[in-house]
């Protein structure tokens, strides 16, 4: 039997931000401040929310939906930093430092954004108490996710970097169901080698791997996962 949880297995906490802790406990009016001054706006699949370079206007807050924040090569290949689930913030890095966006950011599906304006963010941040400890201690827990993902990229084959790829975006993909057999990674071929630094063909080629050694099942972009502890062990060594 495969457990939805991963406790113990796997160290899944090194590889999700914690944007969504940020509105966890907080106080009732400084929510209620957050929330009268977001704005919905709907972005459909692979729209672009905002991208790198572009002077920062504000934050959103997803709230239904998943998106690819990611930097684009001098090849023009994209590198997938991350991918942000509903409940999490995007965007507030440039507002914070006072900068441009560093990356670009885009909808994996159809998504559904509060967004806040930089001017009426910066306002309820300067007048809260709770928030600017908030975001401090989710930007610390950033920089730790971001720099395990480099000494990864640095020291893992594709086939380990693609099995915790996967293993990652089965907790994201996760929402929203029970069984363990209905979790589908629903992700382009593309935006997977992105994620894991390498080409598409390479992806295809260890997918083909993995599925005739009956840990993933495919159809067409959709994936499953079948075992998830060999998997784990293959993103620990690299072997099937």
Known sequence: MVHMS????????????????ILNELP??????????MQEIRFGKGEVIFREGAVATGI????????KKY????????????????????????????ERYPDSAAALEECL???IAKEEFLRILQQSTTLPRRLLKVLSHEFTVLSNSISVFAQRSVKERL???????REKFKIGTTQPDEIIINLSRS????????????????????????????????????DIRRLITISQSGNL
């Open 60 to 67: 959103y807050f997803l709230k239904k939906g998943k998106v």
């Open 28 to 37: 009732e009016g400084e929510l209620a401040e957050l929330n009268a001054h």
């Open 191 to 226: 935006d997977l080698a992105g994620m894991v630094g390498t080409g598409s063909e390479n992806i295809v080629r260890i997918l083909a791997e993995f599925k005739s050694a009956g840990i993933i099942t495919s159809q067409g972009r959709k994936i499953c996962i079948k």
């Open 71 to 98: 930097q684009v090569g001098q090849t023009g290949r994209e590198h997938i930093i991350y991918i942000a689930n509903a409940g999490e913030f995007i965007g507030y890095h440039a507002i914070l430092a006072e």
């Open 113 to 115: 954004a509060g967004f």
């Open 6 to 21: 991963l406790a113990g297995l796997f160290p899944i906490d090194k590889w999700n931000f914690k944007t969504q802790s």
């Open 163 to 169: 099995a915790i790829a996967l293993i990652v975006l």
